[in-house]
């Protein structure tokens, strides 16, 4: 055997990746990743790009794309500047780099729960515990916890339309957050990559922004706006942690790709950009009400939900007692395929939610597939009453 460290023995596969592989097969219909609908993708018709681009480029990125996403992170508060605006290859290029920088074997974090899987993977992977977030109380505790129990060193949120639940919190919750984070010197890192698909009034401004002094890093993504397959995200930080994290970056991969930057620059510099960001979101909002519809046709009696005033994630609470994976398992027989919601927990365990994402499949196809979910748990439900 290949001598390996240490935490390569914990390393566990991707259930994203993993069910990305499974929404391949001929005539699945898919609720379970978080892909936005191809029509939303940016008409990116565009010129040669400029030569110069084929060469190696700066860690940091593009200098005319660090300041055009500056300028539009300073329009929502955020106390930021191009020099500390910092090109991603995703945003998950973004959580790897936090967690190298904040997380040691048994550092504790503090999460939402449910909270976006794929982070919960990066975080345990690097070693992590997870203390759980009270967006009534955040912080609750913080300041009686013996020595042996100090804050946690960083908290990880979703605030807006967040994954999986699609939950937008409140301006108290929001003020809260970041009174705890500062007052107990936690560092904050906000994700935020759904914050534009917004259908109903919801309070958006980031909790970074009520931050007056203290740590804090915050990330977005081009991924649901402009196209996943350009792998392109940022992040900006408080002047501590940025100069880190770039050095971090450097020995990840140099740079994010050029090519990839120069097309999101011409997006963001296109006038048309805010009326085809208006079309998006009247286009989810048509697929969400839709597939709303569709659930309680065919799940009105079988589970429970909100609606999600943005994002892309309908979060299902079923009846006490299902067995979700076995419900799977009957699901993809039939080419369905979703999340279940045990995958979210931090704490971990079993969980009797799932996930499903309405923003890939068409109406129909969705039709078709809440009816497959609605058909195999009403087969369980009687094979339950039969024993």
């Known amino acids: 055997m290949a001598r390996l460290s240490m935490r390569s023995s914990d390393i566990k596969p991707s259930p994203v990746r993993e069910m990305l592989n499974v929404s391949q097969r001929p005539g699945m219909i898919s609720f379970a990743g978080g892909l936005p609908s191809p029509e939303t993708f940016a008409g990116l018709d565009l010129p040669p790009p400029p030569r110069d681009l084929l060469q190696y480029g700066p860690t940091e990125g593009e200098p005319a794309l660090r300041a055009r996403i500056a300028e539009d992170l300073a329009a929502l508060g955020l106390d930021t500047a191009p020099d500390r605006v910092m090109v991603l290859s995703g945003s998950q290029q973004g959580i790897d780099l936090a967690a190298k920088l904040v997380v040691d074997a048994g550092t504790t974090l503090a999460v939402e729960s449910p909270a976006y899987l794929a982070a919960l993977q990066v975080f345990r992977f690097y070693g992590a515990r997870f203390e759980i977030i009270d967006r009534g109380a955040p912080g609750a505790g913080w300041a009686d916890a013996p020595p042996s129990m100090a804050p946690p060193s960083m908290a990880y949120v979703i605030p807006t339309f967040q ?45 970074c922004a009520g931050l007056t002094s203290g740590s804090w890093i915050y990330q ?6 402009v196209a996943p397959g350009l792998r392109l995200g940022y992040l900006t930080a408080s002047p501590d942690l940025f100069p880190l994290l770039v050095q971090l970056k450097q020995a990840a991969d140099l740079h994010t790709n050029r090519l990839s930057q120069w097309m999101v620059l011409q997006y963001l510099n296109d006038p048309g950009r805010a009326a085809r960001m208006d079309q998006v979101a009247a286009l989810y909002r048509t697929k969400r ?21 943005g994002g892309l994630f309908f979060w299902l609470t079923l009846a006490d007692g299902v067995d979700v994976e076995a419900l799977l398992k009957r699901c993809v027989e039939r080419g369905v395929l979703f999340t279940p919601g045990s995958h979210f927990l931090a704490e ?3 969980s009797p939610t799932i996930r499903l994402n309405f923003s890939l499949a068409e109406p129909e196809a969705a039709e078709r597939g809440l009816a497959v979910i609605g058909e195999a748990l009403g087969e369980m439900a009687r094979a339950d009453e039969r024993t």
Not at 182 to 203: K, N, S
Not at 220 to 225: D, I, L, Y
């Open 163 to 207: 994954n999986p639940s699609g939950h937008c919190w409140t301006a108290d919750e929001r003020a809260a957050m970041a009174a705890a984070c500062q007052a107990h010197e936690v560092i904050l890192f906000e994700d935020d990559p759904y914050r534009d698909l917004v259908y109903e009034p919801c309070e958006r401004r980031p909790v």
């Open 220 to 225: 977005g993504s081009f991924s649901k706006t």
């Open 348 to 350: 971990g365990g079993a």
């Open 289 to 309: 009400d839709a597939f709303a519809d569709a659930l309680t046709r065919h799940l009105g009696n079988k589970a429970s939900w909100a609606l999600p005033p």
